[in-house]
């Protein structure tokens, strides 16, 4: 597995995977990922909208991207409570 640091507009990049996160509670993406939520016509927002991810420390859900962005597939990945966040806090503890 070959993991690459950008910078740019994530939405164009051309990958396997591109990876997203979210606080907990948060109900509308902001930042990079409301931008790939817009290429992917609110995907992500209704994923949200829907109680199928919540940004719980450590979640993940792959969405396929069916050709909007040319990343195939984008994975969400929960960073937990924003107030508990730092540089200790990690996914897979």
Do not use: K, W
């Not at 939405?11 to 993406?29: H, K, M, Y």
């Not at 919540?54 to 859900?61: A, D, V």
Request: glycine residues 12%; aromatic residues 6%.
């Amino acid at each position: 597995m070959r993991v690459e640091v950008r910078i740019g507009a994530v939405q164009e990049v051309e990958a396997d995977a591109v990876v997203v996160n979210l606080f907990e509670g948060v109900t509308t993406p902001g930042g990079a990922t409301a931008a790939v939520d817009r290429a992917l016509e609110g995907r992500i927002s209704r994923v949200l909208a829907a109680g199928d991810f919540r940004g719980r420390l450590g979640e993940t859900l792959v969405l396929y991207t069916d050709g909007r962005i040319p990343a195939p597939r984008v994975i969400l990945v929960g960073l937990g409570p924003e107030a508990s966040f730092n540089a200790e806090a990690h996914p897979f503890q």
